[in-house]
């Protein structure tokens, strides 16, 4: 089944707290990406990766980190954690054909809480 | 600017009845494409319909429709025949280049939460 896996779907941890959340992809998708989603402010891109190797910074991207060293891995770290990233995060991935339609498949999401 | 904006925080529909909801956007680069994205309770995204900015036609899926009115720079919803599975979060969304080459990113609006009324 064609789909975009994320873990932990929530996590629950402390200020300072090193922590990883996967995102993988079995769709030989190139393009990769983070979201965090706040009421209120819908999603707001956080990074995105164009395919391995590359990736770059999206609107919100303060305090996160992303690797792609595997077209079908994006996982994202924040290396000190802190309340404000409280949030509710998505992975999604989609083909990229310039300019035509680039429709993103969606994880299920990660409910981060930071205490 | 917002790139993006729903003006709806939300909006109430009778069952059955047809339900447009609002989005414009910006942008200065003429190759972009416009999603709208169904978010119910549960919490997955899901994709509705997308429109691309040299269509010429309006993008239709099932009870969607896209209306595009490029000038306007408006890519309203219309749900016909609503369904109170219909209740849920709805998030307008564009894709259009960024600085890498090939690279683009998607933007997207704050949603509309639409509830379906018996």
């Known amino acids: 089944e064609a789909q975009v896996t994320q873990n932990p779907r929530y996590l629950i941890t402390v200020t300072g707290k090193k922590l990883t959340v996967t995102c993988s992809q079995n769709?030989?998708?190139?393009?990769m990406s983070w979201y965090r989603q706040d009421p209120g402010l819908g999603l707001r891109q956080i990074y995105y990766?164009?395919?391995?190797?590359?990736?770059d910074k999206g609107d919100v991207p303060e305090g996160y980190k992303v690797s792609r060293k595997e077209k079908r891995n994006f996982p994202l770290i924040l290396e000190s954690p802190s309340p404000n990233q409280t949030s509710l995060y998505f992975c999604?991935?989609?083909?990229?054909?310039?300019?035509?339609?680039?429709?993103?498949?969606f994880g299920p999401g990660t409910r981060l809480t930071v205490l | 600017a917002q790139k993006i904006t729903q003006t709806q925080p939300g909006m109430f529909v009778q069952e059955k009845e047809a339900v447009t909801l609002d989005c414009t956007y910006d942008?200065?680069?003429?190759?972009?494409?416009l999603f709208w994205y169904k978010q119910p309770s549960s919490g997955e995204m899901i994709f509705l319909i997308y429109?691309?900015?040299?269509?010429?036609q309006n993008a239709t899926e099932g009870r969607y429709s896209l209306n595009f009115q490029k000038a306007r720079k408006s890519a309203n919803l219309v749900i016909s025949a609503s369904q109170l599975g219909d209740s849920a979060m709805y998030f307008c969304?564009?894709?259009?280049?960024?600085?890498?080459?090939?690279?683009?990113?998607?933007?997207f609006g704050k949603g509309t939460k639409l509830s379906v009324i018996p």
């Open positions: 942008t200065s680069d003429p190759s972009y494409g």
């Open positions: 969304a564009m894709r259009e280049p960024s600085s890498g080459a090939g690279s683009y990113q998607l933007t």
């Open positions: 769709m030989n998708h190139e393009y």
């Open positions: 429109q691309g900015s040299y269509d010429q």
């Open positions: 999604a991935s989609s083909f990229v054909k310039g300019g035509s339609y680039n429709e993103q498949f």
């Open positions: 990766s164009m395919n391995v190797e590359v990736t």
